[in-house]
């Protein structure tokens, strides 16, 4: 029986770094995932994988050794809040550009500027719909549970170097201060320098007679080029979207209204489902594990089914303008959340939810 | 079985140490659970609280704003937390610096002298598992000897020599709570 930890999801993505063979973490202090690297230095990897662990002077930094790091095909990562992820944005998007694979967890807390330390949805525009500047995607998941804390910088890796794109792990102060139990799997060891040729022909290594040069880069000064570039990453992006689509659903399969929230919220509202469904309401919830690529397909074909839709999220409403969109106008779409690193309960969900349907 | 538990005090009580006490006895009873903090500036030195559910199947919400027992370690607390208790449930508190009394009558409340029962025992820091002890004897949710498991994983292993000292905290918290109020 593989062996189960009390952890929070902060040690979580430490100890998964560890023991799914990361060869780098490179990050600057910032609550709420200063656990994640606290963990790391308890740990000392590098004593026993070899990882290497490192403090930058700033954020910028840590994107920075990233892109030295991934260039070298090694599978490096960084982890910040929102605030933090911000000053990466620029790494990220270089990394883009170069096609580089990396994993940046992002624990979200309330904004703008520096804001508050609790816990938040805000980023899911900046980092869904941009993380940098440029004509890119990040591939963005959503976890939600501390296990999925642990699985997915596995699963982050394994899709950043299949597609050689940054992948963004999407987090919240809930997820990541909560404490869960979490099941290790059999622990894997870093990839070999043979291990990384095959994995990475592309990294620079050092080069060998009989092959042309690597160079790892995003600037390019002919349009023409560039422009071939950039429909290369559309060719590569139109695959991500086929292949890549993941969600949960939680009694959709007679739903008549329909719920949709990622990572923590997903969990509130999965227990506002249940009290709505014990009132006789028949209620249903599609959480997006995959933000980038979204689930347009599945939730436009539940929007068709059911009498509305509302998206609920610790922010403005950012991610319902994807609802509404994949909605298509087939019913309507309504959304509830909260602010500043405010939670809501799931009887409050419930109460926005008969004031929106006009249900007593 | 769902507990829905907040327990709530000063920084420094040991409020967030009891609770990851209670859950991991709760995982080698093989229950799920959550143990969610409040993070922010009262961990440094104000007041402290933690929200643990234990439960046979998968936990849902992690946040909730009623619960089956309140563990009350101060006045703060007992006023903001009296309140969410649900009507049947309990309400653990420790009198020492409590200025308000809680007054439900719809609750079970029993009271715990845990500075008393930690100065018996002779140390300070097993104050909170003095609580824990008192809570389990109300409410056996977890069994003593998963306890004893659960204990043996929150102490790191230099310390192992203060597991029996926690552990006799523990029973001495069993022994000493006080029931103020049945329903």
């Known amino acids: ?360 | 079985m769902k507990e829905e538990i907040i327990i709530a005090g000063f920084g420094g009580q040991g409020v967030l140490s009891m609770g990851k006490v209670l859950a991991y006895s709760a995982i080698m009873q093989d229950m799920e659970v959550t143990w969610m903090p409040s993070y922010g500036p009262e961990m440094r030195g104000g007041t402290a609280n933690v929200s643990v559910i234990l439960s046979d199947s998968k936990i849902g919400s992690p946040i909730v704003t009623r619960y089956d027992t309140a563990i009350i370690l101060n006045q703060q607390s007992m006023d903001k937390f009296e309140k969410t208790v649900k009507p049947g449930g309990l309400l653990l508190y420790d009198p020492s610096g409590i200025t308000r009394h809680p007054e439900r009558k719809d609750i079970r409340i029993a009271q715990i002298n845990a500075i008393e029962v930690a100065a018996s025992v002779g140390n300070s820091k097993v104050y909170n598992m003095a609580v824990l002890g008192a809570f389990l004897k109300i409410k056996p949710v977890v069994s003593m000897d998963n306890v004893r498991k659960g204990l043996a994983k929150c102490i790191p292993a230099r310390y192992s020599d203060l597991i029996s000292l926690n552990e006799k905290a523990i029973n001495e918290g069993h022994d000493s709570v006080l029931i103020i109020n049945e329903i």
């Not at chain 1, 809040?81 to 624990?107: F, R, W």
């Not at chain 1, 869960?180 to 620079?204: F, M, N, Q």
């Not at chain 1, 969600?247 to 506002?272: K, M, N, P």
């Not at chain 1, 489902?273 to 959480?287: C, H, N, P, T, W």
């Open chain 1, 1 to 360: 029986m593989a062996e189960k930890i009390l952890m929070k999801g902060n040690e979580a993505i430490a100890i998964s770094a560890i023991r799914n063979g990361v060869d780098g973490y490179f990050g600057y202090p910032i609550t709420p995932q200063s656990e994640v690297m606290e963990t790391l230095m308890k740990e000392k990897p590098w004593e026993t994988t070899g990882m290497v662990v490192l403090q930058a002077e700033s954020e910028t930094s840590s994107i920075n050794m990233i892109y030295g790091g991934a260039s070298c095909g090694k599978k490096v990562m960084t982890s910040s809040s929102s605030p933090g992820v911000s000053l990466m944005c620029e790494g990220i998007s270089y990394m883009a550009g170069a096609e580089l694979p990396c994993v940046v967890v992002d624990v979200m807390r309330g904004g703008p500027g520096l804001g508050t330390i609790q816990p938040s949805q805000s980023d899911y525009d900046m980092i869904v719909k941009g993380g940098g500047h440029g004509d890119f995607h990040n591939i963005v998941i959503a976890p939600a549970s501390a296990q999925d804390m642990y699985d997915f910088v596995d699963w982050g890796f394994e899709l950043a170097f299949r597609y050689r794109n940054p992948v963004v792990i999407l987090s919240d102060g809930i997820i990541g201060q909560m404490m869960e139990k979490v099941e290790l799997h059999p622990a894997k060891p870093r990839r070999t320098a043979e291990e990384i040729l095959e994995a990475a022909p592309w990294a620079v290594t050092g080069k060998p007679a009989g092959r042309p040069r690597n160079i790892i880069t995003s600037l390019s000064l002919d349009s023409d080029i560039q422009e071939v570039f950039n429909q290369k990453l559309a060719r590569k992006y139109a695959e991500i979207e086929a292949r890549e689509v993941k969600y949960t659903e939680h009694l959709t399969d007679d739903a008549e209204y329909l719920f949709v929230a990622f990572g923590c919220s997903s969990r509130i509202c999965e227990a506002a489902v249940d009290e709505l469904r014990q009132s006789g309401i028949k209620a249903g919830l599609l959480r997006p594990v995959t933000l980038y690529p979204y689930p347009f397909g599945r939730i436009g074909e539940l929007a068709g089914q059911v009498k509305s839709i509302m998206s609920i999220e610790l922010n403005l409403g950012q991610m319902v303008t994807d609802v509404r969109l994949a909605a298509g106008g087939k019913c309507p779409v309504g959304f509830y959340g909260r602010q500043g690193g405010n939670i809501f309960t799931p009887e409050e969900i419930v109460e926005a939810f008969r004031k929106f349907n006009n249900l007593k």
